[in-house]
């Protein structure tokens, strides 16, 4: 199994300002996928980052608003930029399951933007 | 397009009792389903998972799980509930190996003592 860890576990942010979440994993992964979990909801998909391309979005995410970073294959960052209280959620980065349909998730940072 | 729903939002059990949280998808195939279970200030942490064959699967902390084709289900159950149950309970399905998961909204269970 993997182990994944995320920085920060939880921040209490100004609005208008940015703040980059880390996601290190112990082993070498093709694909990561970042998730937003808003209060009191499921996760949802934000983007897949795959290492030496660029991320992939899903509908009603940017790249101007979450820019990815994938520099290596144990290493991904997140960046919500220009924060507002709507961007406060759980964010969660994830990896496969080499071979296997499961994955793997961090704990979350928890975002609160005031 | 796929979804998972999972119809009940918060339960509530009584410690010792049975439980079973309900998970429907909605999927071209038979996609690979799991459940996983996040505790308070906790990430995900996977219960089981089904790929194929049989359709009773096994988990860890005494969890089981039923796949029912016809039904496009698949029920979390546990016969004796523990107070340290008491978390966020996730239905996830996977198209494939390495595919994103859809998730569904979760299902609050609450334990009394």
């Known amino acids: 199994s993997a182990v994944i860890s995320q920085k920060p576990s939880r921040d209490i942010c100004q609005r208008g300002t940015s703040l980059t979440i880390q996601c290190q994993v112990d082993?070498?992964?093709?694909?990561m996928f970042w998730y937003r979990q808003q209060p009191g909801q499921s996760l949802t998909l934000i983007a897949t980052?795959?290492?030496?391309?660029?991320?992939?979005?899903e509908s009603g995410f940017v790249i101007d608003k979450f820019p990815i970073s994938r520099p290596n294959l144990t290493f991904s960052t997140l960046t919500v930029s220009n924060m507002s209280p709507e961007d406060s959620s759980i964010y969660l980065c994830?990896?496969?399951?080499?071979?296997?349909?499961?994955?793997?998730f961090g704990q979350g940072t928890r975002l609160t933007v005031v | 397009a796929q979804s998972v729903t999972q119809p009940d939002i918060h339960i509530t059990v009584s410690e010792g009792a049975s439980l079973e949280l309900r998970c429907n998808y909605s999927y071209g195939a038979t996609p690979y389903l799991f459940w996983y279970v996040q505790s308070p200030g906790q990430g995900l942490q996977l219960l089981l998972k089904?790929?194929?064959?049989?359709?009773l699967v096994q988990g860890i902390k005494g969890f089981e799980a039923e796949f029912k084709r016809s039904q496009s289900s698949f029920n979390l159950r546990k016969p004796s509930v523990h107070w340290s149950d008491a978390a966020e309970y996730f239905c996830a399905a996977s198209a494939s190996t390495g595919n994103q998961f859809y998730f569904g909204t979760g299902t609050s269970l609450t334990v009394i003592p």
């Open positions: 089904y790929f194929s064959g049989d359709t």
């Open positions: 082993s070498q992964v093709t694909m």
């Open positions: 994830s990896v496969p399951n080499t071979g296997l349909p499961e994955a793997f």
């Open positions: 980052a795959n290492q030496g391309s660029e991320a992939t979005y």
